[in-house]
């Protein structure tokens, strides 16, 4: 422990001394930057195999989005919405076509997003399918991950997340995620909407059982209740496709987006559905002063324009297998099972061996960025600009830390 402390250098200390504890980083102090590696205070180079839990799909300081950034910096960063900018419908237009939807409302975070989704699904409830007032009940699953929010953590099964931040707020049913008979039952009258993610990515990158996700489509279809999709973290190529919920041909009514949608650059949140839901907020019902700002929308755009070209979704499919095979041939040499899909992977280390922490420092000794999730669970999503090489190199580092 003292050795630890010994070895831990000033820059980490630096970093820690005014800062409140929650977060438990790795011991790295990166100050630059570039496709997929990054270089630490004293210049030792790192790959990164979190992308900033997907923030970072284009790799970090992508030329166009860099250049875009740069450009509009120089004309307008800041309206506010109380009057409109020329960044603004190239972005909401291109998203939307990107999306499929009519419509396109712009937050900032994440958690942002997760929030307008379940105001839009309540007033849904009220003013469309007719539900009494006060009554409306969101269905959410197990495991879920939807940000930091009073009302988000009120419907987590997370202890950590959870615990002390009450009175919580009601008015959401948790069921076991891949669970379509608990779904049905949990759904009655003053159902609104069903919230899921498609994978779950913070709880290990969990994916729902084959046939899961079209019987959440028909449900919702069947007792009028909107389908959100949570793609905050699997969306926008992270699967090998646009969205994940494509790969199961379903079309949920909203899509939850963010991370990265602001290019690593800006965060950059967004709710797309059709007119027939997003349409219910009238002015001063919902906004935000940073939602869809100028600089937001100039590297949101060159995001939907990178995505509309599939490059950066076949390069995670195609690059994904390579990743999932690598993996595979570990399980049994210190993973006890590889899950994902895509550029993206949760392992789980065999727990005698070491921790899902000490994995990750290991790693990081080595030269490879990721981050634990729960307990003996690591979680991989380089960059989607990563190289087959780079892939190689990651998946050898992790063999070399499992063999001790
Ligand atoms: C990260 C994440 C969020 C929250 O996003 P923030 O930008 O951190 O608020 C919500 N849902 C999912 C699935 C996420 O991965």
């Given amino acids: 422990m003292i050795e630890d402390m010994l070895r831990t250098p000033a820059a980490v200390q630096d970093a820690e001394r005014h800062t409140a504890?929650?977060?438990?980083?790795?011991?790295?102090?990166?100050?630059?930057?570039?496709g997929a590696w990054v270089t630490d205070v004293d210049g030792r180079r790192y790959l990164d195999c979190l992308a900033g839990y997907s923030a970072l799909n284009f790799g970090h300081r992508h030329p166009t989005l860099i250049a875009a950034a740069h450009a509009q910096l120089d004309k307008l960063t800041l309206t506010s919405r109380a009057?409109?900018?020329?960044?603004?419908?190239?972005?909401?237009?291109?998203?939307?076509?990107?999306?499929?939807?009519?419509?396109?409302?712009?937050?900032?975070?994440?958690?942002?997003?997760?929030?307008?989704g379940v105001k839009v699904a309540r007033k849904w409830g009220y003013q469309v399918k007719g539900v009494p007032a006060g009554q409306a009940n969101i269905v959410v699953a197990e495991g879920n991950f939807h940000g930091r929010t009073t009302t988000i953590v009120s419907f987590s099964t997370d202890?950590?997340?959870?615990?002390?931040?009450?009175?919580?707020?009601?008015?959401?049913?948790?069921?076991?995620?891949?669970?379509?008979?608990?779904?049905?039952?949990?759904?009655?009258?003053?159902?609104?909407?069903?919230?899921?993610?498609?994978?779950?990515?913070?709880?290990?990158?969990?994916?729902?059982?084959?046939?899961?996700?079209?019987?959440?489509?028909?449900?919702?279809t069947e007792r009028r209740v909107l389908f959100i999709a949570d793609e905050i973290?699997?969306?926008?190529?992270?699967?090998?496709?646009?969205?994940?919920?494509?790969?199961?041909?379903?079309?949920?009514?909203?899509?939850?987006?963010?991370?990265?949608?602001?290019?690593?650059?800006?965060?950059?949140?967004?709710?797309?559905?059709?007119?027939?839901?997003l349409g219910v907020l009238r002015p001063g019902q919902h906004g935000s002063t940073f939602g869809g700002n100028p600089l937001a929308c100039a590297?949101?755009?060159?995001?939907?324009?990178?995505?509309?070209?599939?490059?950066?979704?076949?390069?995670?499919?195609?690059?994904?297998?390579?990743?999932?095979?690598?993996?595979?041939?570990?399980?049994?040499?210190?993973?006890?099972?590889?899950?994902?899909?895509?550029?993206w992977a949760g392992l789980d280390i065999d727990p005698a061996l070491m921790?899902?922490?000490?994995?990750?420092?290991?790693?990081?000794?080595?030269?490879?960025?990721v981050k634990d999730t729960h307990g003996s669970t690591i979680r991989?999503?380089?960059p989607l600009v990563i190289t087959a090489e780079d892939i190689d190199h990651a998946v050898a580092q992790l063999a070399a830390v499992l063999a001790g």
């Fill in 21 to 34: 504890h929650n977060y438990h980083p790795l011991p790295v102090v990166i100050s630059s930057a570039e």
């Fill in 355 to 369: 921790s899902g922490r000490e994995a990750c420092e290991r790693l990081m000794e080595r030269g490879v960025l």
């Fill in 233 to 277: 973290q699997s969306g926008l190529g992270r699967t090998g496709a646009t969205f994940a919920c494509e790969q199961d041909g379903v079309v949920p009514d909203m899509y939850l987006l963010g991370k990265a949608l602001g290019g690593g650059i800006v965060p950059v949140s967004a709710v797309a559905a059709d007119a027939d839901v």
């Fill in 83 to 116: 009057f409109i900018h020329d960044q603004f419908a190239d972005f909401c237009r291109e998203l939307a076509a990107l999306c499929g939807k009519d419509l396109v409302l712009p937050m900032n975070t994440g958690a942002e997003a997760v929030e307008t």
């Fill in 159 to 220: 202890a950590d997340a959870r615990a002390d931040f009450g009175p919580y707020t009601p008015g959401f049913r948790i069921v076991p995620y891949g669970d379509l008979a608990a779904l049905a039952e949990a759904i009655d009258e003053h159902t609104v909407a069903v919230l899921l993610e498609p994978i779950q990515g913070e709880q290990g990158v969990v994916v729902p059982p084959e046939g899961y996700l079209p019987g959440v489509r028909r449900l919702c």
């Fill in 380 to 382: 991989l999503a380089p």
């Fill in 299 to 343: 590297v949101a755009t060159e995001v939907v324009r990178l995505l509309a070209t599939g490059e950066f979704q076949r390069r995670s499919a195609e690059l994904g297998e390579r990743l999932h095979a690598g993996l595979r041939a570990l399980v049994g040499k210190g993973l006890v099972a590889v899950r994902g899909r895509g550029l």
